[in-house]
Structure formats: structure tokens, C-alpha cells
């Protein structure tokens, strides 16, 4: 089972480290991907890690904020200059089946193992 760590509250403009670690297996063989899903709002692709890392992907509104990376146990996002619009749950997903060297945070059907999530609130 996946398990994320790393959230809490924080002011605008600071940073967080969000941790994946898989409590029974390595992760080295599966892609990696941080979604979020705010109130009342769908679940929402951030970023992606492929198998070995040298790929890695974004969504727009993060890009050049927030940073994805991965030793053998674990999946990273780095998270700075933090807004408002960042609070939501954060998730992360695995993807058992995975194309070498590729991944998409728009294909949240390919991630067949999920964390329970951690909470992410960004406020003054």
C-alpha cells in the first residue's frame, strides 16, 4: 500500500516535501504520480515520475513551482512558493503496469494502487 507523508499548513510563498513510500514493496518498478483533489472539486493530475526517472511531467500550473524526484523507496514533490489554490488532498498513485520511460498525469486510469492521501493547506 502507498503511503504519503509530508503535508501540513503553511503561509503563501512557503514550501513543502511530500513523501510516497510503499509499506511491503520497493517502488522501483512502478510510475509514480502526485494527484490532488480539492473540495468539491475532481481529482487532479500534478506531476508524474517514470521508472529509473528520467522522465518526469507537470501540470501547467505548477510547473516551476513544484519538483518530483525518487530514490528506490520513494517518490518526492518538492512543493515551493506555495498558493492558496494548492490546499487540497494529496495522493499518490502507482502504476504497477508501466511504459518504460513515459507518463501522463492525464490518465488517472492507469494508476492502480493509491495512498490515503495527506493535507495540504496553504493559508495566511
Known amino acids: 500500500q502507498l503511503v504519503e507523508s509530508g503535508g501540513g499548513l503553511v503561509q503563501p510563498g512557503g514550501s513543502l516535501r511530500l513523501s510516497c513510500e510503499d509499506s511491503?514493496?520497493?517502488?522501483?518498478?512502478?510510475?509514480i504520480a502526485w494527484f490532488r483533489q480539492a473540495p468539491g472539486k475532481e481529482r487532479e493530475g500534478v506531476s508524474c515520475i517514470a521508472i529509473r526517472g528520467y522522465t518526469t511531467n507537470y501540470t501547467d500550473s505548477v510547473k516551476g513551482r513544484f519538483t518530483i524526484s525518487r530514490t528506490k523507496n520513494a517518490v518526492y514533490l518538492q512543493m515551493d512558493n506555495l498558493k492558496p489554490e494548492d490546499t487540497a488532498v494529496y495522493y499518490c498513485?502507482?502504476?504497477?503496469?508501466?511504459?518504460?520511460?513515459?507518463?501522463?498525469?492525464?490518465?488517472?486510469?492507469?494508476?492502480?494502487?493509491w495512498g490515503r492521501g495527506t493535507q495540504v493547506t496553504v493559508s495566511s
Open positions: 511491503e514493496f520497493t517502488l522501483d518498478y512502478s510510475t
Open positions: 498513485g502507482g502504476d504497477s503496469d508501466p511504459v518504460p520511460d513515459r507518463c501522463s498525469v492525464a490518465d488517472k486510469g492507469r494508476y492502480d494502487r
